[in-house]
């Protein structure tokens, strides 16, 4: 004899049940968006705070520079090569190369070892012999610590030595797809007769942490 609507057990909620108290919506609801918030404010604090720092971008290759709608970007204190020579680099921990039987070893065997967190210390240039086109700053000295008590025309950026070359945050700057083939006609003619003509202004925060601002062509200003 089959079971019928009327002798079937209830399981009705009681009242208290159904009425959840509000925190148990909004407690949730606030975690998610300051787990949101969290990702983008370090970039935006440094936006706000940081010092303006001119970089001078490495020659790269205009077959593979776009990559989506981001270009690949790389500067001149990228290159370990370009900061073996100034003050503080020995300080640096170092590890040997080993090279594989039948292989030919560089003539220095000993680079940086990988993972290994440092500053450089930027100078700002001159004054200006070109109005409307920045110049970039200069490194000067490379420290394992964030030095304090800089002077006002310099600044220390952050790095990290990735096991081949350096980064600093501002290898990628994001573009509108509808921009950047213009922009990339734009870099790789200027880099084919100057590769000085172009440059990526940044902002740097005290602790070193530095963010892309916009893009300098020639004489021409690029920011998205």
Partial sequence: ???TS???PSFTLPPEAK???AWRLWVP??????LIAAVPAPAVYTFMTGKTVVLQTAPVDPYDFLRGYYQVLSYDISASTNLQKLPGWQDLPKEK??????VVCPQNTNTVKAKTSFYVILEAPKAGTNPGRPQAWKPVRVSLENPGNLPANQIAIKGKYNGWQMEYGLETYYMPEDEREKVNQEI???QRKQRQSFLVEVKVDKTGHAVPVSLWVRDRNYRF
């Fill in 19 to 21: 009425r959840l108290p």
């Fill in 97 to 102: 190369i080993y090279c594989s039987p039948g």
């Fill in 29 to 34: 609801l606030l975690l998610q968006i300051g």
């Fill in 1 to 3: 004899m089959g079971e």
């Fill in 6 to 8: 009327a002798n079937r």
């Fill in 188 to 190: 790789s003619e200027a």
